[in-house]
């Protein structure tokens, strides 16, 4: 049964295996000595109204590491947003027995396609809870690691209103979770990994959960567990936790028990991609997939981000919302063009891609806002796996600072120009760090806006 380059969707809910590049199995298992072979299978497991991509830069780590890519999965949460009422039903979003019930499907696929007994989870922010319920209340024997990245363990806030809520400490769901002398499951290694003061869902005031100056009762050591091994990773903000290089770091070194050999991401002389198109009905975003969308894929140059020749490749999504795979030199920067069904044209910029990969999940962007009008283009940057720290970081758009992004704790992750009708068409930097990319300004007046993404 070859897995290689394909997704398992178990209803609308999808497992991206992560198979062979270039037509090997999934099935087979990796050879004793094999470097990375020793390590158990891992899962990873997105958070919050995200997606199974955040995780690219960390299994290619992995994998440049020695660990062989049939090993390294990542799930992709039909409904990823959390319920307001975790009994209550809400259209588009999931409740926790959801995800614990996905999870389980997941693992089960995971331990079939490698013949392992037992595997390794790892999870940020919201993924750790459907972690931590799988292993306590889903028969979790078969998890020998589980690493919470940036989990609000005890919650965002700890109040007596709005109990139903997943994210509540004093909820029923995370005082189940935390009942007793150790909150952890014995059977399991448990490793948590925090921020030191910028993870702004372990803050111990209410503004960022729309009610400054009251005290949410949680404070930075929030994501800690009585009975797991703790870490404080430094500066690091919310997402970071999880695919910072020194999460990397930490993940690795605590499910292999030694340092990992290299830190930087080795290319591969082949790249071949692909990944689903996904949609947001009603405004939610989801994993679930779109049929009857365009991706065509361009080459562009990195200094003007005009394309270089016809497109590398052009398809369109059946009922499962695959498209690819692409084959790209790891050396290119490329164009994404996005066309969905009821949705704005979506042209997607990014760095070149050193390794292959089966989630480079597509999702158009958000409809042009009243706040676009009168603007010729609109142009987004966009970091999926973290944010923009101000001043922590280096953030230029179109050679200045971004004014929509607040300084202090960091907390956006997008930000957003807007160009006159005679500014259209011309090249536009984004610079975030050392990751620079330059998209081009697309007309706004026929339905389009750019995305500056970001892989690092």
Known sequence: MDLS????????????????????????????????????????????????????????RMESNGVPHQRLLAVNFTDPLARADDKVEQAGRSSTD??????????????QATGAARIALVGSSRGGYAIRNYIKNG??????????????????????????????????FLRGLNDGDSEVTPGTAFLTLRSDGLDKYAQADGRFVGKPGMPTNVTADGPALKGATNLVLGALDHRETAFHPHAFREIYKFIAGREPSRIGITPETTVRLSGLVTGTPGGVPTNR??????????????????????????????????????????????????TAPNAVTTHIYRSPFPRSSDIVHLRAARPLLPADAGAGAVIMMSRPRGYFGLPRD?????????????????TDSVTTLRLSAAEVGRPVVGLFNEERIVARAWPASENRIAIAELTY
């Open 98 to 111: 959801d995800q614990r019930r996905e999870l389980g499907e997941a693992i089960k696929e995971l331990k």
């Open 394 to 410: 280096v953030v230029l758009l179109d050679g200045k600072e971004p004014a929509d992004v607040k300084p202090g704790v960091p």
């Open 5 to 60: 380059r394909r997704t398992i969707l178990k209803g609308a809910g999808a497992l991206s295996l992560l198979g062979s590049r270039l037509g090997g199995s999934a099935m087979a298992q990796a050879a004793p000595d094999a470097p990375g072979g020793d390590i158990p299978p891992i899962l990873f497991v997105h958070g919050n109204g995200d997606q199974a991509p955040l995780w690219m830069t960390t299994i290619w």
């Open 289 to 338: 997939p779109v049929s009857g969308a365009s991706v065509d894929i361009y080459r562009v140059s990195a200094e003007t981000g005009e394309r270089i020749g016809t497109p590398l490749h052009s398809s369109q999504t059946g009922s499962d919302g695959r498209w690819g795979p692409a084959q790209v030199d790891p050396t290119w920067p490329l164009e994404f063009v996005l």
């Open 139 to 172: 028969g979790g024997d078969d998890v020998s690691h589980a690493v919470l990245c940036g989990t609000p363990n005890h919650g965002v806030y700890a109040w007596d209103e709005g109990l139903g809520n997943e994210f509540n400490g004093r909820g029923p």
